[in-house]
């Protein structure tokens, strides 16, 4: 699995958009890049994912560099459920997923 | 999205003591669920990940006879912790993967928070 870099933590006011870096430079070309976010004490959940393309869903955005070697979550309009740790984690569909540390991010009024 | 519950959502046991942990995908099969273990402050760490039908795979560090998995059916799995110690106290985490060709997701559990005294 490729390593990551993500900050430890982040700032974000309410109703402002959070974007969340990832470095993942060592991704291989056919393992996607996943984003989860876990809040205290729950399981994970589920947010993005993709390969190359840029991807939104009904949570967040995901892009990716042209070169794949990072990629950056956006969380449009932030609220104060979104505080979490946010998980980058690149691997190949179907494989165990490898949780580094991630980034905490705290939704502030 | 896919909803995996488990089962039960915390326990304390006595050190000594057997706890078993369900996992089960509720609106979709798995043919493949993944057992963690998050201790306080820290990451997930994957312990090991169960096929139906088959015997599951351990990750290094782990004892499969500690920590026996059981995936018999395409939506459960059981974990259970034989002779538990309080160094077992930690949040059990499952996940299981819903098949999508390339595009495969993992939906998690809420999480078991075992206690053992």
């Known amino acids: 699995d490729a390593k990551t870099t993500q900050p430890t933590s982040m700032d974000c006011a309410e109703g402002r958009a959070a974007n969340l870096p990832c470095n993942h430079s060592t991704i291989s070309g056919n393992e996607y890049v996943y984003w989860y976010r876990q809040i205290h004490s729950q399981g994970p959940q589920y947010i993005i994912h993709g390969l190359k393309n840029n991807e939104t869903n009904e949570m967040a955005s995901l892009i990716i560099t042209e070169d794949r070697k990072s990629s950056t979550l956006i969380l449009p309009h932030a609220t104060l459920r979104d505080t979490a740790v946010y998980y980058c984690i690149p691997t190949n569909s179907g494989y165990a997923l490898n949780f580094g540390k991630g980034t905490s991010l705290l939704v502030t009024p | 999205g896919a909803v995996v519950s488990q089962h039960p959502s915390w326990v304390i046991c006595k050190s000594g003591t057997s706890v078993k942990i369900e996992c089960r995908s509720l609106?979709?099969?798995?043919?493949?669920m993944f057992w963690y273990r998050q201790f306080p402050k820290q990451s997930l760490m994957l312990m090991a990940t169960s096929n139906e039908g088959s015997k599951a795979t351990y990750e290094q560090g782990v004892e499969k006879d500690k920590f026996l998995i059981n995936h018999a059916s395409l939506t459960l799995s059981t974990l259970t912790v034989t002779s538990a110690h309080p160094e077992d106290s930690s949040f059990y985490i499952c996940?299981?993967?819903?098949?999508?060709?390339?595009?495969?997701?993992?939906?998690f559990g809420p999480g078991t928070r075992l206690t053992v005294l």
């Open positions: 609106d979709f099969q798995a043919t493949t």
């Open positions: 996940s299981a993967r819903r098949a999508r060709g390339v595009r495969d997701e993992q939906f």
